[in-house]
């Protein structure tokens, strides 16, 4: 079952991937112009908060985008 997705355009994406009363999933993409990378983050959020964060040129982030 697919609880969400999160679509990239460039720039910057901020989107709510999860978002119910007990369990919440944000993803958070940047693109870094100085080191030519976009950042990631994950951000879980129910009992205790995870982040977890990527730095990925882009073909890693289409080769990202094709396993998902």
């Known amino acids: 079952m ?3 997705q999160f679509l990239i355009h ?3 994406a901020d989107s709510m991937v ?3 009363e007990d369990y919440q999933v944000k993803v958070t ?3 870094v112009p ?3 990378v976009w950042h990631i983050q994950f951000l879980s959020r129910s ?3 995870y982040r977890f ?3 990925l040129t882009k073909e890693e982030l289409e080769h990202l985008k094709r396993i998902l």
């Open 18 to 20: 999860v978002d119910n």
């Open 29 to 31: 993409k940047t693109w």
């Open 47 to 49: 009992i205790y908060d």
């Open 2 to 4: 697919k609880q969400g």
């Open 10 to 12: 460039g720039g910057l």
């Open 53 to 55: 964060e990527l730095f």
């Open 34 to 36: 100085a080191t030519e």
